[in-house]
C-alpha cells in the first residue's frame, strides 16, 4: 500500500511540472541599464596588439544541477526524423578553403562573418580581417587591439556579425572587470578604416557565459547561458539599442528571463538573426529554445518561442511572453537531446583519445532568418542522439520553420536529423540563401579502427525544391583533420554566415587539429545553381546488389542542376563497355529538382559473383556543363550464400576480466539473400570452440550484432587471441568468415597521465611496426593488436620514440617485454631504462637486446614516457604519471637459428581442446600438434610454479601428435603444456576452470 501512494505522488508531482510547462507566461525586463559609446580608429599597424601566447581553458562552465530524469522520455528507439543515407547529389567544391588561425587556446570558439568586400574571423581571444579571395588584410591580433573599451581585454568567447541592413560590422566578446559584454560596431562598412563604436554593458555581477548575438529591426538580440536553476526569473536574454549604437550614442541595455523554460544545466536559446534584402518589422523578436522531455518538468520534446517587444522610450513598459509550443502534434518528432546525462564527454575518438563534448542543450549558432515573397523562413540546428537503444551516435536535428504573413505564428515546414551512416556528426551551423536553399556545415567524427575520422569539417544542403526534411547533397570536405582533440572541450560553436554580395554563397568557420594546434578553417560554398541548361544523372535506382538474373529493370535517378526546366534529351546506359541503350526522356524536370527515369530495355547481370560497371549519361543539347552528365554504378550480383565475422566487439583489454566476460561480435550479409539460423562461434586461444546459433535474420548488405549466451573466461593474466567465425552452410567465400582480436588481462593499466603538454610517447617505431601520430589519450592507449618480430639470434633490436614535449634531460622512457607471460612487467624485463627523450618531436633511437633463451611465441610489451620532474614513477609500470603516457604492443620471439627439425616444430600449431565443453565441470583435455617432423616428441604440463604434474610420450596419428590427459586433480588455474624434444619445444597455456 506505501509503495502504491509512493508512485501516486511522484506521478502527481510529474504531471505538476509537466503542466507547468504548458502555461502561456510573461514577463517585463529584470534588469535596465545603459553604457556610453567610446569610439576608437582605424586598425592601424602601430595599433595590433600581439595576440596572448598564453595556451589557457577558456571559461571552464559549470553545468549545475542534472535534472535528467533516468528512463524518462522519447524516442525509446531509432530516431523518427532520421536520415540515414547520404544525398545523392554530387556536390560542388569549396569555392574557397583555407586555415584562419592555428592556436592551442581551448576552446578556440571559432567566429566570423563575411560582408561584401571583407571576412573577419575570431577566436580566443583574437582577430584577423581577410578580403574575399583569401587574402589577409590585417594578421591576427588582440581583441584589445580594437581600442576603446576594448583596451587590454581578451577574456574571449567572441562573436562576429555582420548587420545587412546597416552595412556595418559587430564584434563582441565578456569581461569581468566588472562582468559586462563589451560590444564594437563599426563605424561604417570598411573594418579595417572606418574606425569602431565600443560600449561596455554592465551585466549586474552575473558572467555572461556563451554569449549570441542576432540582429532584429529594433535592437541587438544576445542570449546566454546564465542563471540555468532560475533562467525563468532571471537575466537571460538581453537587448541592447541597436538605433542609438549605429549613431556612436548612449545605448540602452535590458534584460530579460525566459519564463516556462526547462534547462538541464548548462543551456543555449537562440534569437532570429535577420538576412536578406528586407529587415524585419520593429518587435515580435522571438527566442527559441529545444524542450527534451528526457528533462523533469517537460510533458513531450518541442520547441518553445517566445517573442520580445521592446520599448526604448519606457524600457520598463517592455515584455517577453511565450508564444508557441511547436511540438509533435505540430510536426516535431520526438528527440533525444541528452548526452550521457549532462555531461561534457560523450563522442568518441580515434585512438582512445578523450571523448568530446557534444554541445548539447544548445541551439547551435546561427539561427538564421529571412523573409521572402510569400513566407518568412528560420533554420536552426541542434545535436540529438540518433538511437538512445545503442552506443551513442551524434545527429543533426535541423528545422525549417515558416511564417506565411508577419505576426501570424510559426509551423514546422520541414525538419531531419542528419546522420547517414555511422559517423558522429555535430556543432552544426546553417543558413538558408535568398532562393530558399539550404546549406548545413558541422564536423564529422568516427572512432572505427577500420575508417577513422579525427575531427573534420564538411557540408551538405539542399534545393528548395527538395523532398523536405532530406539534405540532397554529397557531402563535402571543408578541411579533413589530421589528430584527435587533445581536450574533451570542442568549438564550441563553428559560424557559417550568407555573403550579402549575392546572397547565396556559404561561408563556414570551424575547428580541427593538427598535433596540439587548435586550427580554424574558412570553408566557402554554394548550393545554388549556376547554370540555366544543366541535367545530369546522379543515381542508380534499380537494380540493387543483390542476387540477380538476365532481365533486369534499369532505372536511373535524373536531377536538372540548372534554372531552367528541361525536357526531350537523351538518356543512354552501358554495361561493362558493351553496346549503348539510349532512349528520351519525354517528359519536363523543374529546375534544381530530379525525376527517376525507367529504361524500356533491360540488362542481363546474371552471372554469380561479377560485379558489373554501368555508366548512365544525359545528353542535353545546350548543357553548361558536361562534368555532372555521367554517372558510374558498380553493380554487383552477389553469391545467394555469404556472411562472415566483421569485428569482435568485446570483450576489451582491461583490468580484473572476469571468468564471465560477455563476448559481442558483428556479423555480416556479403550475400544476396537474407540469412538465418547459422552457426557462430568463437574461440579463445586454443582452448574449446563455443558454438552457437544465430537465430535472427541479416537483411542484404546489413550487418547485425550477436551476443553469445557462453561467456568466456579471462580471468588469469595475460594476453588472449579471440577468434570469431561464422559456420553458414555452402558460403560462398570462407576467407571472410572470421576475424581476430588481441585482448589482454592486465594487472595494472595506468590510466589518468596528463598527455595534453606533448609529454609521452606520439610516434614508436619498432621492427614491423610503425605508429604514426598517436593521439594524447587519457594516459594508456592499448595497441596489443599490432606485434613486432624480434629474432632472437640477431641480439641487438632498435626502437624509436618522439615526444611532442623534450626539455632538460626531464623526458625520459623505459619498456618492458613481459617473457613469462604473467601479464606483470618484472624489474628483469625491463628492457629500456630511463632514456632521454633530448629534443622535442625529434626522434631518438635506442638498442637493446632480448635473452639467447627468450621463450618463442608472442608476449605484451609496454613502453612508456613522461615528465620525470613531476610526481609518478617512470620505471614502475603502473604508477600514474602527472605528465606522460603508457602504451602496450606485442612482441613475437623468433629464433631464425633454429635446425630445420626445431624449425618446422617452431611452425607447427599446438592446440589444447576441452574433449567434453558442454560439460561445465569437465577437466579432460587434449593436446594435439599439427605437424609430420621426424622425431619422437614428448609433452610435459607444468603449473605455474614450474612444478611438473605429468611427462609422456606423445604419439603421431598420422596426422598430428595427440595425447589426452585428466587435469581432474588439479586446482581452478593457469597451466602449460611443453611439447617436443628435449632441446626444444612449443609451449602453451591453458585454463582449469
Given at each position: 500500500?506505501?509503495?502504491?501512494?509512493?508512485?501516486?505522488?511522484?506521478?502527481?508531482?510529474?504531471?505538476?511540472?509537466?503542466?507547468?510547462?504548458?502555461?502561456?507566461?510573461?514577463?517585463g525586463?529584470?534588469?535596465?541599464?545603459?553604457?556610453?559609446?567610446?569610439?576608437?580608429?582605424?586598425?592601424?599597424?602601430?595599433?595590433?596588439?600581439?595576440?596572448?601566447?598564453?595556451?589557457?581553458?577558456?571559461?571552464?562552465?559549470?553545468?549545475?544541477?542534472?535534472?535528467?530524469?533516468?528512463?524518462k522520455?522519447?524516442?525509446?528507439?531509432?530516431?523518427?526524423?532520421?536520415?540515414?543515407?547520404?544525398?545523392?547529389?554530387?556536390?560542388?567544391?569549396?569555392?574557397?578553403?583555407?586555415?584562419?588561425?592555428?592556436?592551442?587556446?581551448?576552446?578556440?570558439?571559432?567566429?566570423?562573418?563575411v560582408?561584401?568586400n571583407?571576412?573577419?574571423?575570431?577566436?580566443?581571444?583574437?582577430?584577423?580581417?581577410?578580403?574575399?579571395?583569401?587574402?589577409?588584410?590585417?594578421?591576427?591580433?588582440?581583441?584589445?587591439?580594437?581600442?576603446?573599451?576594448?583596451?587590454?581585454?581578451?577574456?574571449?568567447?567572441p562573436?562576429v556579425?555582420?548587420?545587412?541592413?546597416?552595412?556595418?560590422?559587430?564584434?563582441?566578446?565578456?569581461?569581468?572587470?566588472?562582468?559586462?559584454?563589451?560590444?564594437?560596431?563599426?563605424?561604417?562598412?570598411?573594418?579595417?578604416n572606418?574606425?569602431?563604436?565600443?560600449?561596455?554593458?554592465?551585466?549586474?555581477?552575473?558572467?555572461?557565459?556563451?554569449?549570441?548575438?542576432?540582429?532584429?529591426?529594433?535592437?541587438?538580440?544576445?542570449?546566454?547561458?546564465?542563471n540555468?536553476?532560475?533562467a525563468?526569473?532571471?537575466?537571460?536574454?538581453?537587448v541592447?539599442?541597436?538605433?542609438?549604437?549605429?549613431?556612436?550614442?548612449?545605448?540602452?541595455?535590458?534584460?530579460f528571463?525566459?519564463?516556462?523554460?526547462?534547462?538541464?544545466?548548462?543551456?543555449?536559446?537562440?534569437g532570429?538573426?535577420?538576412?536578406?534584402?528586407?529587415?524585419?518589422?520593429?518587435?515580435?523578436?522571438?527566442?527559441?529554445?529545444?524542450?527534451?522531455?528526457?528533462?523533469?518538468?517537460?510533458?513531450e520534446?518541442?520547441?518553445?518561442?517566445?517573442?520580445?517587444?521592446?520599448?526604448?522610450?519606457?524600457?520598463?513598459?517592455?515584455?517577453?511572453?511565450?508564444?508557441?509550443?511547436?511540438?509533435?502534434?505540430?510536426?516535431?518528432?520526438?528527440?533525444?537531446?541528452?548526452?550521457?546525462?549532462?555531461?561534457?564527454?560523450?563522442?568518441?575518438q580515434?585512438?582512445?583519445?578523450?571523448?568530446?563534448?557534444?554541445?548539447?542543450?544548445?541551439m547551435?549558432?546561427?539561427?538564421?532568418?529571412?523573409?521572402?515573397?510569400?513566407?518568412n523562413?528560420?533554420?536552426?540546428?541542434?545535436?540529438?542522439?540518433?538511437?538512445?537503444?545503442?552506443?551513442?551516435?551524434?545527429?543533426?536535428?535541423?528545422?525549417?520553420?515558416?511564417?506565411?504573413?508577419?505576426?501570424?505564428?510559426?509551423t514546422?515546414?520541414?525538419?531531419?536529423?542528419?546522420?547517414?551512416?555511422?559517423?558522429?556528426?555535430?556543432?552544426?551551423?546553417?543558413?538558408?540563401?535568398?532562393?530558399?536553399?539550404?546549406?548545413?556545415?558541422?564536423?564529422?567524427?568516427?572512432?572505427?579502427?577500420?575508417?577513422?575520422?579525427?575531427?573534420?569539417?564538411?557540408?551538405?544542403?539542399?534545393?528548395?525544391?527538395?523532398d523536405?526534411?532530406?539534405?540532397?547533397?554529397?557531402?563535402?570536405?571543408?578541411?579533413?583533420?589530421?589528430?584527435?582533440d587533445?581536450n574533451?572541450?570542442?568549438?564550441?560553436?563553428?559560424?557559417?554566415?550568407?555573403?550579402?554580395?549575392?546572397d547565396?554563397?556559404?561561408?563556414?568557420?570551424?575547428?580541427?587539429?593538427?598535433?596540439?594546434?587548435?586550427?580554424?578553417?574558412?570553408?566557402?560554398?554554394?548550393?545554388?545553381?549556376?547554370?540555366?541548361?544543366?541535367?545530369?544523372?546522379?543515381?542508380?535506382?534499380?537494380?540493387?546488389?543483390?542476387?540477380?538474373?538476365?532481365?533486369?529493370?534499369?532505372?536511373?535517378?535524373?536531377?536538372?542542376?540548372?534554372?531552367?526546366?528541361?525536357?526531350g534529351?537523351p538518356?543512354?546506359?552501358?554495361?561493362?563497355?558493351?553496346?549503348?541503350?539510349t532512349?528520351?526522356?519525354t517528359?519536363?524536370?523543374?529546375?534544381?529538382?530530379?525525376?527517376?527515369?525507367?529504361?524500356?530495355?533491360?540488362?542481363?547481370?546474371?552471372?554469380?559473383?561479377?560485379?558489373?560497371?554501368?555508366?548512365f549519361?544525359?545528353?542535353l543539347?545546350?548543357?553548361?556543363?558536361?562534368?555532372?552528365?555521367?554517372?558510374?554504378?558498380?553493380?554487383?550480383?552477389?553469391?545467394?550464400r555469404?556472411?562472415?565475422?566483421t569485428?569482435?566487439?568485446?570483450?576489451?583489454?582491461?583490468?580484473?576480466?572476469?571468468?564471465?566476460e560477455?563476448?559481442?561480435?558483428?556479423?555480416?550479409?556479403f550475400?544476396?539473400?537474407?540469412?538465418?539460423?547459422?552457426?557462430?562461434?568463437?574461440?579463445v586461444?586454443?582452448?574449446?570452440?563455443?558454438?552457437?546459433?544465430?537465430?535472427?535474420?541479416?537483411?542484404?548488405?546489413?550487418?547485425?550484432?550477436?551476443?553469445?549466451?557462453?561467456?568466456?573466461?579471462?580471468?588469469?593474466?595475460?594476453?588472449?587471441?579471440?577468434?570469431?567465425?561464422t559456420?553458414?552452410e555452402?558460403?560462398?567465400?570462407?576467407?571472410?568468415?572470421?576475424?581476430?582480436?588481441?585482448?589482454?588481462?592486465?594487472?595494472?593499466?595506468?590510466?589518468?597521465?596528463?598527455?595534453?603538454?606533448?609529454?609521452?610517447?606520439?610516434?614508436?617505431?619498432?621492427?614491423?611496426?610503425?605508429?604514426?601520430?598517436?593521439?594524447?589519450?587519457?594516459?594508456?592507449?592499448?595497441?596489443?593488436?599490432?606485434?613486432?618480430?624480434?629474432?632472437?639470434?640477431?641480439?641487438?633490436?632498435?626502437?624509436?620514440?618522439?615526444?611532442?614535449?623534450?626539455?632538460?634531460?626531464?623526458?625520459?622512457?623505459?619498456?618492458?617485454?613481459?617473457?613469462?607471460?604473467?601479464?606483470v612487467?618484472?624489474?628483469?624485463?625491463?628492457?629500456?631504462?630511463?632514456?632521454?627523450?633530448?629534443?622535442?618531436?625529434?626522434?631518438v633511437?635506442?638498442?637493446?637486446?632480448?635473452?639467447?633463451?627468450?621463450?618463442?611465441?608472442?608476449?605484451?610489451?609496454?613502453?612508456?614516457?613522461?615528465?620525470?620532474?613531476?610526481?609518478?614513477?617512470?620505471?614502475?609500470?603502473?604508477?600514474?604519471m602527472?605528465?606522460?603516457?603508457?602504451?602496450?604492443?606485442?612482441?613475437?620471439?623468433?629464433?631464425?637459428?633454429?635446425?630445420?627439425?626445431?624449425?618446422?616444430?617452431?611452425?607447427?600449431?599446438?592446440?589444447?581442446?576441452?574433449?567434453?565443453?558442454?560439460?561445465?565441470d569437465?577437466?579432460?583435455?587434449?593436446a594435439?600438434?599439427?605437424?609430420?617432423?621426424?622425431?619422437?616428441?614428448?609433452?610435459?604440463?607444468?603449473?605455474?610454479?614450474?612444478?611438473?604434474?605429468?611427462?609422456?610420450?606423445?604419439?603421431?596419428?598420422g596426422?598430428?601428435?595427440?595425447?589426452?590427459?585428466d587435469?581432474?586433480?588439479?586446482a581452478?588455474?593457469?597451466?602449460?603444456?611443453r611439447?617436443?624434444?628435449r632441446?626444444?619445444?612449443?609451449?602453451?597455456?591453458?585454463?582449469?576452470?
Open positions: 500500500m506505501k509503495n502504491l501512494l509512493y508512485l501516486l505522488l511522484f506521478a502527481v508531482f510529474l504531471f505538476h511540472f509537466d503542466a507547468e510547462a504548458q502555461t502561456n507566461e510573461t514577463s525586463p529584470v534588469y535596465v541599464d545603459s553604457a556610453l559609446a567610446v569610439p576608437s580608429g582605424a586598425l592601424s599597424k602601430g595599433k595590433l596588439v600581439a595576440p596572448s601566447s598564453e595556451f589557457k581553458i577558456y571559461n571552464p562552465r559549470n553545468r549545475g544541477i542534472n535534472k535528467v530524469v533516468p528512463g522520455g522519447l524516442p525509446k528507439t531509432t530516431d523518427p526524423a532520421l536520415q540515414s543515407k547520404m544525398g545523392e547529389v554530387p556536390s560542388k567544391a569549396p569555392i574557397l578553403s583555407y586555415e584562419a588561425v592555428s592556436s592551442r587556446s581551448t576552446p578556440t570558439d571559432p567566429t566570423g562573418f560582408g561584401p571583407h571576412y573577419i574571423n575570431a577566436w580566443n581571444s583574437a582577430f584577423s580581417i581577410w578580403d574575399k579571395e583569401g587574402n589577409q588584410l590585417m594578421p591576427p591580433a588582440s581583441l584589445a587591439s580594437i581600442g576603446g573599451e576594448f583596451t587590454g581585454e581578451n577574456l574571449g568567447d562573436i556579425v555582420y548587420d545587412e541592413f546597416a552595412d556595418r560590422y559587430l564584434i563582441s566578446q565578456f569581461s569581468d572587470t566588472p562582468e559586462s559584454f563589451l560590444i564594437a560596431v563599426s563605424r561604417g562598412p570598411d573594418p579595417l572606418d574606425g569602431w563604436f565600443t560600449y561596455r554593458f554592465t551585466t549586474n555581477g552575473v558572467l555572461p557565459d556563451y554569449p549570441k548575438i542576432s540582429v532584429w529591426g529594433d535592437g541587438y538580440y544576445i542570449t546566454t547561458n546564465k540555468a536553476n532560475t525563468g526569473q532571471s537575466q537571460v536574454i538581453y541592447v539599442e541597436r538605433d542609438k549604437m549605429l549613431q556612436g550614442e548612449t545605448a540602452g541595455i535590458l534584460a528571463p525566459l519564463p516556462g523554460i526547462r534547462t538541464n544545466g548548462f543551456y543555449s536559446p537562440a532570429f538573426h535577420a538576412i536578406g534584402d528586407i529587415a524585419p518589422p520593429r518587435g515580435n523578436s522571438p527566442i527559441v529554445f529545444m524542450q527534451d522531455d528526457a528533462w523533469a518538468g517537460v510533458i520534446d518541442h520547441l518553445k518561442i517566445w517573442l520580445i517587444n521592446v520599448d526604448w522610450n519606457n524600457p520598463a513598459s517592455s515584455v517577453i511572453s511565450e508564444s508557441q509550443r511547436l511540438g509533435q502534434a505540430d510536426g516535431v518528432s520526438p528527440f533525444m537531446a541528452t548526452f550521457d546525462g549532462g555531461s561534457f564527454s560523450n563522442l568518441s580515434p585512438g582512445d583519445a578523450p571523448e568530446i563534448d557534444a554541445l548539447q542543450a544548445t547551435m549558432y546561427m539561427t538564421q532568418y529571412r523573409r521572402f515573397e510569400t513566407h523562413s528560420v533554420v536552426m540546428n541542434f545535436v540529438v542522439d540518433v538511437d538512445p537503444t545503442a552506443a551513442e551516435h551524434a545527429g543533426i536535428r535541423w528545422y525549417e520553420l515558416r511564417q506565411m504573413a508577419n505576426q501570424e505564428s510559426w514546422v515546414y520541414q525538419e531531419g536529423t542528419y546522420a547517414p551512416d555511422k559517423s558522429d556528426r555535430f556543432s552544426g551551423s546553417i543558413g538558408i540563401d535568398n532562393q530558399g536553399n539550404i546549406g548545413l556545415g558541422f564536423t564529422i567524427l568516427d572512432d572505427s579502427p577500420e575508417t577513422p575520422i579525427f575531427p573534420s569539417i564538411r557540408y551538405t544542403g539542399r534545393y528548395a525544391g527538395d523536405l526534411g532530406i539534405m540532397t547533397f554529397e557531402e563535402q570536405t571543408i578541411v579533413e583533420g589530421e589528430d584527435p587533445p574533451s572541450r570542442y568549438g564550441d560553436y563553428a559560424h557559417l554566415s550568407v555573403d550579402p554580395a549575392d547565396l554563397t556559404f561561408w563556414h568557420n570551424a575547428e580541427y587539429f593538427e598535433g596540439l594546434n587548435r586550427k580554424n578553417r574558412v570553408g566557402v560554398f554554394r548550393i545554388a545553381a549556376d547554370n540555366e541548361n544543366d541535367v545530369g544523372a546522379i543515381a542508380r535506382v534499380t537494380p540493387q546488389d543483390a542476387t540477380l538474373g538476365t532481365a533486369e529493370e534499369i532505372t536511373v535517378r535524373i536531377r536538372n542542376f540548372g534554372s531552367n526546366a528541361q525536357s534529351f538518356v543512354s546506359y552501358t554495361v561493362n563497355g558493351g553496346e549503348t541503350v532512349e528520351i526522356f517528359e519536363s524536370i523543374p529546375a534544381t529538382q530530379s525525376v527517376n527515369f525507367t529504361f524500356s530495355q533491360p540488362a542481363d547481370f546474371s552471372e554469380i559473383g561479377e560485379t558489373y560497371e554501368v555508366v549519361t544525359t545528353g543539347n545546350n548543357d553548361q556543363n558536361s562534368e555532372n552528365d555521367t554517372f558510374v554504378a558498380q553493380i554487383k550480383n552477389l553469391p545467394p555469404d556472411v562472415g565475422v569485428s569482435i566487439d568485446v570483450p576489451v583489454t582491461g583490468q580484473n576480466l572476469t571468468p564471465t560477455v563476448v559481442t561480435v558483428t556479423i555480416e550479409n550475400g544476396g539473400e537474407p540469412q538465418s539460423n547459422f552457426p557462430v562461434s568463437y574461440q586461444g586454443d582452448n574449446f570452440i563455443v558454438r552457437e546459433t544465430f537465430s535472427g535474420t541479416v537483411g542484404v548488405g546489413e550487418n547485425t550484432v550477436y551476443t553469445f549466451s557462453r561467456r568466456a573466461d579471462l580471468s588469469p593474466s595475460g594476453s588472449y587471441r579471440v577468434t570469431a567465425r559456420h553458414l555452402e558460403d560462398f567465400n570462407p576467407t571472410n568468415d572470421s576475424t581476430v582480436k588481441s585482448i589482454a588481462n592486465l594487472n595494472c593499466i595506468p590510466e589518468g597521465s596528463d598527455c595534453s603538454f606533448g609529454d609521452g610517447i606520439f610516434y614508436f617505431e619498432l621492427e614491423e611496426i610503425l605508429n604514426e601520430r598517436i593521439p594524447c589519450g587519457d594516459g594508456y592507449i592499448d595497441f596489443i593488436g599490432s606485434s613486432a618480430t624480434l629474432d632472437r639470434s640477431r641480439g641487438t633490436f632498435t626502437v624509436t620514440v618522439k615526444s611532442v614535449f623534450a626539455e632538460e634531460e626531464k623526458e625520459q622512457f623505459s619498456m618492458w617485454i613481459d617473457l613469462d607471460d604473467d601479464a612487467f618484472d624489474n628483469d624485463e625491463r628492457f629500456v631504462s630511463s632514456q632521454v627523450i633530448p629534443s622535442p618531436n625529434t626522434p633511437s635506442v638498442d637493446f637486446t632480448i635473452p639467447d633463451d627468450a621463450p618463442l611465441g608472442q608476449h605484451l610489451l609496454r613502453i612508456r614516457a613522461g615528465d620525470t620532474s613531476f610526481e609518478g614513477e617512470l620505471n614502475d609500470p603502473c604508477d600514474v602527472d605528465y606522460g603516457t603508457t602504451h602496450d604492443y606485442s612482441v613475437s620471439v623468433t629464433d631464425s637459428s633454429l635446425n630445420i627439425e626445431d624449425f618446422i616444430l617452431n611452425e607447427a600449431e599446438l592446440m589444447i581442446i576441452s574433449e567434453r565443453p558442454k560439460e561445465e569437465s577437466k579432460i583435455y587434449r594435439r600438434l599439427l605437424s609430420n617432423i621426424e622425431a619422437p616428441l614428448r609433452i610435459t604440463v607444468h603449473d605455474m610454479l614450474g612444478q611438473k604434474l605429468l611427462e609422456n610420450k606423445m604419439n603421431f596419428n596426422e598430428a601428435y595427440t595425447y589426452t590427459f587435469m581432474s586433480y588439479a581452478r588455474g593457469v597451466y602449460l603444456v611439447v617436443g624434444t632441446e626444444f619445444g612449443k609451449v602453451k597455456r591453458f585454463i582449469v576452470k
